[in-house]
């Protein structure tokens, strides 16, 4: 096994603001044996995916989801501009984020959890955890069986109002294709969330 991947010893090192971790390229070993990263399942534009090594029983941990510690009212420097898309809320005031940079595993693989792609229909969820090497993060949880070489899923459960375009049309999908709702109460809903919002919101045509 490469060195720079396991180490016998662990010490403990919690993220900053500053700093995700003293040894990025040290992979949790628990994570190493469990996943593996890979083209993703869920169309030409994912990018990458979460496998599994193994069959993974439900309630099991999956994946662990470290990053950056950044408070909302984080004054964001040059060296650490605004959040990224893989950015999660750990707590009402602090968030863990990944920026551009290190999503290369080349640059950050000590865990995984973050490259875990979105589905409505997810078999795992983000569950908080107290990590002994990383502190308090969050993790990814398995709340389904997954089968071996099976993508981890998880729903990131934005806000709509604040949704990038292509999690808002995967949105109307979904409640078209699994929800079964008719269009009348797709628009319902639309009508809704632009009234909680005060935001306008656009309903993609139906495939």
Known sequence: T????VQNTFT?????SVCISKYPSIRDPYEHQTIYVAKSRQGKDAGEGVFAK???PKGSL???FNGFRQRDTTIHSKSMPAFSDYRIALDRCVSLDIPEKFTNLSAYRATLGHKAC???QNNSVFLELN????GNIMSVVANKDIKCHEEVLV???YLICQAPEWYVHLWFEHLRENENLTEEEIYQTKKKEARISQLPLNVPSPK
């Open 155 to 157: 729903s990131y459960n």
């Open 54 to 56: 193994r069959f993974i």
């Open 2 to 5: 490469n060195r720079m991947e």
């Open 131 to 134: 990590h002994p090497r990383f």
């Open 118 to 120: 979105h589905s409505f």
């Open 12 to 16: 403990r090192d919690p993220s900053t």
């Open 62 to 64: 999956v994946a662990l």
